[in-house]
């Protein structure tokens, strides 16, 4: 049996130039010629049971060049054996080369998806705020990100000493968010190798983290709609207890459970007898002072409050961690930290949410950006990422004056971060997998919790209103979820979960 002719433009996209996107996504010029085998080379597949893809066996044989040094290993099918004037290089199979184009294919096809989204969004106004240029900057961005994928180094490098020429921190929006995508792009392009986490806490971090709690909607909407919910859950209950998985991000007095303590203490209505709130953390310190601070302010409402504190990551959670009392309603509240174990196997988030599901939750409150940004490709997560932070640094326009030192640190120790690791990072390293409000829905669904559909959107709608953070942001429901969005895009969404 012989495999079928493979043409180069089955695996990569037609020799042509994509003006209206700025992107080449010839890959002509790399690509070997399968053409050949259909006249000069014997295969045949051979079905294994125990796998799911087919191996073609391929008998001893001389080289087939492919146009770039490299060569496939054939025998003629009059059983001469065919030369090729090149030096002999390793052995490999048109497996190899199936392989390898079709996962390039798949990453520029999942790219294509993002470019014309972000190309409808953006192409007007960066044209309209920045001319030429900006057009020029876009393009070079992607067809940096392009040669990144292929590993094109040469080409990345001098794309990168073009863009960190125009990329300017106190620019527009897009210049500014370039440099971010510009310094990710280095790690992976042109040092050749992945960055690595490093999870601690400087004073840079910490104040930015405040900063974007001040400033930006997206946290402090996710508190609202999970104390909202919270307020809900525990009406005419008299012991309640709290799982603050990721205890607020590390902001450093705990401001959500202040905001709630508050709101207990001032509600009409019997308050509930206890209020119990279990933080999870990497840092104990951080976490006993918080502890200490929210129990002086529940003391001086007169709230009875106790606060506990577990030091461990989310992966190594146990339920006996956890110092139930009988009787007592259990909340979980997981703000933007759950997409930090979504893993390539799916076993570690599965893990966690089996072990939640065993502390018997009448709510799990889940808030999380709503983006792709888990892709398996390079290129995709890119596209993904431009357009979801581009939406972000355009709103920071809108709410701070050009000049204002508060918006650098923001992009710059916070916002960058992110996108940083997003696209320069693999493996367990890569912790910001941002995922779309429906795959979270499947996930949560498969792990034995269902639905409970909010009823606040007319309620997050006016606290939206009464924040007057700026004109731009709106509140929508979505298939029971509250997403927080800019301009039609989709920022962050929040939705509550119950024990099946």
């Given at each position: 049996?012989?495999?079928?002719?493979?043409?180069?433009?089955?695996?990569?996209c037609?020799?042509?130039?994509?003006?209206?996107?700025?992107?080449?996504?010839n890959?002509?010029?790399?690509?070997?010629?399968?053409?050949?085998?259909e006249?000069?080379c014997?295969?045949r597949?051979?079905?294994?049971?125990t796998?799911?893809?087919?191996r073609?066996?391929q008998?001893?044989?001389?080289t087939?060049s492919?146009?770039?040094?490299?060569?496939l290993?054939?025998?003629?099918?009059?059983?001469r054996?065919?030369?090729?004037s090149?030096?002999i290089?390793?052995?490999l199979?048109f497996?190899?080369?199936?392989?390898?184009?079709?996962?390039?294919y798949?990453?520029?096809?999942?790219?294509?998806e993002?470019?014309?989204?972000?190309?409808?969004?953006?192409?007007?106004?960066v044209?309209?705020?920045?001319?030429?240029?900006?057009?020029?900057?876009?393009?070079?961005?992607?067809?940096?990100?392009?040669?990144?994928?292929?590993?094109?180094?040469?080409?990345?490098?001098?794309?990168?000493?073009?863009?960190?020429?125009?990329?300017?921190?106190f620019?527009?929006?897009f210049?500014?968010?370039?440099?971010?995508?510009?310094?990710g792009?280095?790690?992976?392009?042109?040092?050749?190798?992945?960055?690595?986490?490093?999870?601690?806490?400087?004073?840079?971090?910490?104040e930015?983290?405040r900063l974007?709690?001040?400033i930006?909607?997206?946290?402090?909407?996710?508190?609202?709609?999970?104390?909202?919910?919270?307020?809900?859950?525990?009406?005419?209950k008299r012991?309640?207890?709290?799982?603050d998985?990721g205890?607020?991000?590390?902001?450093?007095n705990?401001?959500?459970?202040?905001?709630?303590i508050?709101s207990?203490?001032?509600?009409?209505?019997?308050?509930?007898?206890?209020?119990?709130?279990?933080?999870v953390?990497n840092?104990?310190?951080?976490?006993?002072?918080i502890?200490?601070?929210?129990?002086?302010?529940?003391?001086?409402?007169?709230?009875?409050?106790?606060?506990?504190?577990?030091?461990?990551?989310?992966?190594?959670?146990?339920?006996?961690?956890f110092?139930l009392?009988?009787?007592?309603?259990?909340?979980?509240?997981?703000i933007?930290?759950?997409?930090?174990?979504v893993k390539?196997?799916?076993?570690?988030?599965?893990?966690?949410?089996?072990?939640?599901?065993e502390l018997?939750?009448?709510?799990l409150?889940?808030v999380?950006?709503?983006?792709?940004?888990?892709?398996p490709?390079?290129?995709?997560?890119?596209m993904?990422a431009?357009h979801?932070?581009?939406?972000?640094?355009?709103?920071?326009?809108?709410?701070?004056p050009?000049y204002?030192?508060r918006?650098?640190k923001?992009?710059?120790?916070?916002?960058?971060?992110?996108?940083?690791?997003?696209?320069?990072?693999?493996?367990?390293?890569r912790?910001?997998?941002?995922?779309?409000?429906?795959?979270?829905?499947?996930?949560i669904?498969?792990?034995?919790?269902?639905?409970?559909h909010t009823?606040?959107?007319m309620?997050?709608?006016?606290w939206?209103?009464?924040?007057?953070?700026?004109?731009?942001?709106?509140v929508?429901?979505?298939k029971g979820?509250?997403?927080?969005?800019?301009k039609?895009?989709?920022?962050?969404?929040?939705?509550?979960?119950?024990c099946?």
């Amino acid at each position: 049996m012989y495999p079928p002719s493979y043409t180069q433009s089955e695996f990569c996209c037609d020799d042509k130039s994509y003006e209206t996107t700025g992107l080449y996504l010839n890959l002509g010029h790399i690509m070997p010629d399968f053409s050949v085998l259909e006249d000069d080379c014997t295969a045949r597949f051979d079905f294994d049971e125990t796998r799911s893809h087919k191996r073609v066996k391929q008998a001893p044989s001389a080289t087939v060049s492919n146009g770039n040094g490299a060569g496939l290993y054939c025998t003629g099918s009059n059983g001469r054996t065919s030369t090729n004037s090149l030096n002999i290089v390793p052995r490999l199979h048109f497996r190899d080369y199936v392989l390898t184009y079709t996962e390039r294919y798949l990453a520029i096809e999942a790219m294509e998806e993002a470019t014309a989204a972000l190309m409808d969004d953006e192409r007007n106004e960066v044209i309209e705020e920045e001319g030429g240029d900006g057009m020029k900057l876009l393009q070079q961005l992607i067809a940096c990100a392009e040669a990144v994928a292929c590993r094109d180094k040469t080409h990345a490098s001098a794309l990168l000493s073009e863009l960190g020429a125009n990329a300017l921190v106190f620019g527009t929006s897009f210049q500014r968010v370039a440099p971010c995508f510009v310094q990710g792009s280095l790690i992976v392009g042109v040092l050749g190798s992945p960055a690595k986490t490093v999870t601690t806490f400087t004073a840079e971090k910490d104040e930015a983290l405040r900063l974007v709690y001040e400033i930006c909607p997206q946290i402090q909407f996710g508190h609202f709609v999970a104390n909202s919910s919270i307020l809900e859950a525990f009406e005419g209950k008299r012991s309640v207890h709290v799982v603050d998985l990721g205890m607020t991000l590390g902001l450093s007095n705990g401001q959500q459970w202040r905001n709630l303590i508050h709101s207990i203490a001032n509600r009409t209505g019997q308050p509930p007898h206890r209020l119990r709130i279990t933080g999870v953390g990497n840092s104990a310190e951080r976490l006993r002072v918080i502890g200490d601070e929210l129990e002086s302010y529940a003391r001086s409402l007169g709230l009875k409050f106790e606060f506990l504190w577990v030091e461990s990551s989310l992966e190594n959670l146990k339920p006996t961690d956890f110092k139930l009392l009988d009787g007592e309603v259990v909340i979980i509240n997981s703000i933007l930290q759950l997409h930090c174990v979504v893993k390539e196997s799916r076993g570690a988030l599965n893990s966690v949410l089996q072990m939640l599901l065993e502390l018997s939750p009448k709510l799990l409150i889940l808030v999380e950006q709503d983006s792709s940004h888990n892709g398996p490709f390079f290129l995709g997560r890119f596209m993904e990422a431009l357009h979801y932070y581009s939406a972000i640094f355009d709103s920071l326009d809108a709410m701070l004056p050009k000049y204002d030192t508060r918006r650098a640190k923001i992009e710059q120790f916070f916002f960058a971060e992110e996108i940083k690791n997003i696209i320069s990072c693999e493996g367990p390293a890569r912790v910001e997998r941002h995922e779309r409000v429906d795959q979270w829905r499947r996930r949560i669904s498969r792990a034995g919790f269902q639905p409970s559909h909010t009823k606040m959107t007319m309620l997050a709608k006016q606290w939206l209103g009464k924040a007057k953070f700026c004109e731009g942001y709106a509140v929508t429901e979505e298939k029971g979820c509250l997403v927080l969005g800019w301009k039609s895009k989709p920022i962050i969404a929040a939705s509550c979960w119950k024990c099946s």
